[in-house]
């Protein structure tokens, strides 16, 4: 087989889906759900869905299930540093 190239598999079919399985690793993450969004804050599930139902983290519903998106919860955690730095004692702003 020349490097480079992919071969058919025994019976003449592409690859499956599971014979690419490592190139599916490199999709990027559009949305977590709630398990990964939980460690990833590292927060209880019920804290994090409480958050939620209160409207206080970005969250997109898709049928039932509960998604974050990734940069929207990095640019989320730049916000509320800035409002703890902004109400944070010996800022200079009293």
Do not use: H
């Not at 992919?6 to 889906?17: D, H, L, M, V, Y």
């Not at 490592?22 to 999709?27: A, F, R």
């Not at 299930?65 to 703890?84: G, M, N, V």
């Amino acid at each position: 087989m020349i490097q480079g190239t992919r071969s058919k598999s025994s019976t003449g079919q592409e690859p499956s889906i599971d014979d690419r399985a490592g190139e599916l690793q490199t999709i990027p993450l559009l949305l977590m759900n709630v398990e990964a969004a939980e460690k990833a804050l590292t927060i209880s599930r019920r804290k994090l869905l409480d958050m939620c139902s209160a409207g206080l983290i970005p969250y997109v519903r898709i049928g039932g299930s509960i998604r974050f998106c990734p940069d929207q919860l990095r640019q989320w955690i730049a916000e509320q540093s800035a409002k703890q730095r902004a109400t944070a004692p010996g800022n200079g702003t009293s």
